[in-house]
């Protein structure tokens, strides 16, 4: 029922199948350990932007992107840690960084788990020795993704860690959201707005940030494709909600995270694992057809 294969194309991808549910997913480990396809019954859940995905010299827009050190942008691009200031790029090193695949299951499910570790160039821009485990696991309509974060370093280590999904959709407006807070901040303004349950997509952007949220989980109905997508999350650490799309483009972004943008410099939400301890989260995704 469950079944894994592996196959060379640009990249080399990793597919998961649960053949009685008639889905999939595709991951590939060396851009970034990115889940870059996830398929139902037929129907693609993900956007990828192919062209991008193509050209390893930009950032990829499209499927599961994974956030770490931070989530979003710091200003300048900098952060201070103990009195020395160093660069970091929007939504940090992970999703740009090859992963190594460590373990196959396709007992009860189909599962990899994927992982990053520290190096010289991870060093430069972030002094920590660390070891990133993300667990892939598809079983019927859902998909989870297990996360363990171990810190190596001889100090606290100090981050945000977050996924950016990008989900296809034909017409923004049969889109509607239910997510468990009343306001949210526009990003690009730094203005707080009363949120009621939709957006207004004549906008160029939207870049929306929920918290404090009072529940672990969000739900967006698309009308126009007949399914809804439900997220869950560990509310032990997930503490903000990001929706984000640009005018124009076939995809939305639901974006669990577990601490603001410029956490590294404000401390807001910002977790910090004593030296050898391990920290596990997860967030799962779910649709169904209505």
């Known amino acids: 029922m469950f079944a894994i294969a592996c196959s060379q194309q640009q990249y080399k991808t990793y597919t998961l199948t649960d053949k009685a549910a008639d889905s999939l997913i595709e991951i590939v480990p060396e851009r970034g350990g990115i889940v870059t396809r996830w398929s139902i019954q037929g129907q693609e859940i993900l956007y990828l932007d192919a062209e991008r995905f193509a ?12 956030l770490f050190p931070i989530c979003g942008n710091l200003p300048d691009n900098t952060y201070t840690h103990n009195g020395r200031q160093y660069a970091l790029k929007q939504h940090g090193f992970a999703r740009d960084l090859p992963w190594k695949v460590t373990n196959e299951d396709t007992q009860n499910q189909a599962a990899v788990t994927l992982v990053l570790e520290s190096n010289e160039t991870t060093r430069t821009v972030y002094p920590f020795d660390f070891q990133l485990a993300f667990t892939y696991q598809l079983q019927g309509n859902q ?10 370093s001889a100090v606290a280590m100090p981050f945000s860690v977050g996924l950016h999904p990008y989900f296809l959709v034909r017409d923004k407006t049969q889109l509607h959201f239910a997510i468990p807070a009343t306001e949210y901040q526009d990003q690009r303004t730094k203005t707080q707005h009363a949120f009621t ?8 952007e939207i870049d929306a940030a929920f918290r404090p949220l009072s529940a672990a989980n969000a739900s967006v109905c698309d009308r126009e494709r007949n399914l809804q997508l439900h ?14 799309t640009q005018k124009g483009k076939d995809f939305y972004c639901v974006e669990p995270w577990t601490a ?4 590294l410099n404000t401390g807001d939400d910002l977790i910090s694992l004593e030296p050898g301890e391990s920290l596990n989260t997860w967030v799962n995704m779910t649709v169904t057809f209505l």
Do not use: K, M
């Open 55 to 66: 050209n390893p010299q930009l950032s990829v827009r499209g499927g599961i992107p994974i």
């Open 197 to 204: 349950g939709n957006f207004d997509f004549e906008q160029d």
């Open 231 to 244: 997220l869950s999350w560990d509310d032990t650490y997930y503490s903000t909600f990001v929706f984000w």
């Open 143 to 152: 998909l989870a993704i297990r996360q363990r974060i171990t810190n190596h």
């Open 260 to 263: 603001p943008r410029n956490a």
